[in-house]
């Protein structure tokens, strides 16, 4: 391949998800807009592990990683195959530091979405921990995965723009305009991301309107910071925008 694959951040979504069919449909067209990849390496909100770590290279059963959901939910499968020359790939490009769990399957941060992308489960995939939280940390660690994208990888950084589940319990922002607290934050990342602010994304702590209460913990927000550096450039191109339940669905292509 002589062109670069993008990067993406998208927002996952729960379980539920399948059952929006705007949403399906937008996820759906965004992989049918993207060159088939190689292979798939997912960053999710749902695992964090240090040092890094690598997932199973061989087809395992899903992490059905939620609770309380209707029993059609824990029947969904995705048997991708796995990925052992990229996990190979990836541990030279990480260098020394890097774990092996070969019996952790896909968590729902990784098959929900693909699953509407790549319904033929055909194309193999990788998952790796987010090893921190910190925000520069995942950004440099995104930059020694970049080359991946040279080799037809599409590196995928999946979590939800804002993410605050006890506040989303409290108002029914499926019935009408979003909570603004999640307004706010969204408007001002849409702005950070269109204008290539990258260092103003990184310290979204100090910079973002309503950070504390869009994300009381971070790991939602922190597979962006991966998925920004192994963007390296500044081109970042919303491809889903909107709200579910309140939450903030905003998705990214980068690169």
């Not at 979504?13 to 399906?24: C, E, Q, R, S």
């Not at 040092?51 to 939620?66: Q, R």
Request: hydrophobic share 40%; glycine share 10%; charged share 20%.
């Amino acid at each position: 391949m002589t062109d670069r694959m993008p990067v993406l951040y998208l927002s996952h979504g729960a379980p539920p998800l399948a059952d929006d069919t705007t949403w399906t449909r937008q996820l759906a067209d965004w992989a049918a807009d993207l060159p088939k990849p190689t292979s798939i390496l997912v960053v999710s909100a749902h695992w964090e592990e240090a040092p890094a770590t690598i997932g199973a290279t061989t087809t395992v059963p899903l992490v059905y990683d939620f609770w309380g959901f209707p029993d059609r939910y824990y029947d969904v499968t995705y048997p991708a195959p796995g990925a052992p020359g990229l996990a190979a790939d990836v541990r030279k490009l990480l260098g020394g530091h890097v774990h092996d769990d070969p019996v952790r399957g896909l968590d729902h941060g990784a098959y929900v979405p693909l699953v509407e992308m790549y319904p033929g489960a055909d194309i193999p995939v990788l998952q790796v921990s987010l090893p921190t939280l910190d925000p520069r940390a995942l950004y440099d660690f995104g930059r020694r995965l970049a080359p991946l994208r040279d080799r037809g990888v599409l590196i995928m950084g999946s979590g939800f723009f804002t993410h605050n589940l006890v506040a989303m319990r409290q108002t029914d922002g499926s019935a009408g305009a979003p909570p603004a607290w999640s307004a706010e934050f969204d408007d001002w990342g849409a702005d950070a991301l269109a204008t290539g602010d990258v260092d103003a994304l990184l310290d979204f702590r100090h910079k973002a309107p309503a950070a504390q209460l869009a994300h009381p913990r971070t790991e939602h927000f922190a597979p962006l910071f991966v998925s920004l550096g192994a963007g390296e450039d500044r081109r970042h191109r919303t491809v889903i925008d909107g709200y579910w339940h309140g939450l903030a669905k905003r998705s990214v292509q980068l690169g």
